[in-house]
């Protein structure tokens, strides 16, 4: 494990270096967004609490409200957005491990809305998941072994004796720079960096097209982040990876993606390129978000925003979206 863990010891600068570097610039955009991948069309989920059994009143919330959003293949989208703002269910709702009450789910232009679980095996591969927690995504009663074959269950590919499995996945613990011999070993042995690496390969077992992001890096410290955001960089030039990045961090997100979503109370508030939202922001509450985030110095006062029921995401430039009322 140290082996392949001292290539990533460098210094604080030539880390840097290597994720500026690797991940794609917005300049190759055009190029590297060769087809839409997912898209989500006025896709509403909301959660109702249980009815009050004196006044029988009951509260909903809109966790997803009447959303738009598209991916290109080869595209890297970071969502960002407070906590509570629908983040982690829109990225639930992709996956279809949750249902949505209204709209449409496009996977490469085939509507994947209302397919059964059964139906939807055979695309299940195409679209995975890290988690932000490293330590309760990992089963701590399967081995590294097992948590990885346990992925291949699903897989539609060619691997179908011991031997194939066996292979595929020590080639996945491999191409996140972990040794194969820790196959028999279990979750708590290992750091929480160690574990993420492991949570990765569970993912590249699958060979996904679209891999979203939960907050993968921000339970880690600073130094494991960025080893971990250079391994990222390293593995989409490898696989031809789309990443959804959902994290609270916007300087990472900053760095490795092209696009930007602003998401609010179950909506997309602003769309740009990600140099537009940081040199460039339009709606109040993007402002806001990067007022309190880094070094933007915004003139307007801090306020509590109120989002109108009849509002859509127009074009302000372009490429550049931003939520406002219809006319």
Known sequence: INHFNNKYNDNKESRDLAIRSTFPSDGNLEKIMNEMLIELKKVTKAYRSHKNFITGSQSVVKAVDDLD???SSGENLGLVGESGCGKTTLARVILKLITIDKGKIFLKNRDITDLPPR???????QIQMVFQ?????LDPRFTIRNTLLEALSLDQGKAKSFSEKEKKIKDALVSVQMDPRILDRYPHEFSGG????????????MRPQLLIL?????????IIQKELLDLLAHIQNKFDLTYLFISHNLKVVQRICHKIAV???????ELAPTKEIFQNPVHPYTKELLSAAIKYKSSQKKQAFVLSSD??????SA????????K
């Open 119 to 125: 139906a939807f095996r055979k695309y299940r591969n």
């Open 214 to 222: 939960d907050e993968a890096v921000s339970a880690l410290d600073v």
């Open 263 to 269: 998401m609010y109370q179950g909506k997309i508030v």
């Open 194 to 205: 160690e574990r993420q690496r492991i949570a990765i390969a569970r993912a590249l077992v």
């Open 69 to 71: 959003l598209s991916v």
């Open 311 to 316: 509002c859509e995401l127009k074009e302000q």
């Open 319 to 326: 490429g550049h979206f931003v939520l406002m009322e219809r």
């Open 133 to 137: 927690d490293p330590y309760s995504s």
